[in-house]
């Protein structure tokens, strides 16, 4: 038989604090639930780092949205100033048959009149504008051959493509 050594002193009194027992059975649930914890703690990285991934290719497809958004408002600026060019309303007005108004009258809300109205200018003859192919200029400087189709770069017809609504005879005498 084996006996038990007996402690003495400080070793005594620190063996009374200690169970008596070898300690197995109360270590299994202590280990199973650090391993759970560790699981469920890589598990819940692994979510969140797929889910920025998903909110970071998303981004990327939203900022190269709006770069591709950005250059086509651009483009359309520059065409819209291409026709708000004084010369390009010109030669849209003497496509569509306008001419010059003259000097205007005013009438005030009394009813008097103020200035003199002058004639407008007669309509000059149109004069088609050649080009290197031998067509004509439509709006915003866009070449059409002489039959009003479009030319090699396809873009206008008939010099009013482009021009907006056409004006009514109300929108003339003003």
Known sequence: MRRK??????????ARLLPAGTGRAART??????????????LTLLMLNSS?????????????????????EQALQREVSGYEDPGALERRAHGLG???????????PDGTVRGVPGAPAPAPEPSPTPTATGGTTG????????????????TAS???????PEPTTSTLAR
């Open 29 to 42: 649930p202590f280990v199973v639930l650090i391993v759970v914890l560790l699981s469920g703690g890589l």
């Open 98 to 108: 306008m001419v010059p108004g003259g000097d205007p009258a005013f009438i005030s």
């Open 52 to 72: 920025l991934n998903e909110g970071s290719f998303e981004l990327s497809k939203i900022e190269k949205q709006t770069t591709d958004l950005t250059d086509e």
């Open 139 to 154: 709006p915003g400087g866009t070449a059409t051959s002489g039959a009003g189709t479009p030319s090699a770069s396809g």
């Open 5 to 14: 050594t007996e402690l003495r002193g400080r070793a005594a009194r620190l």
């Open 158 to 164: 008939h010099g009013t493509a482009g021009a907006g």
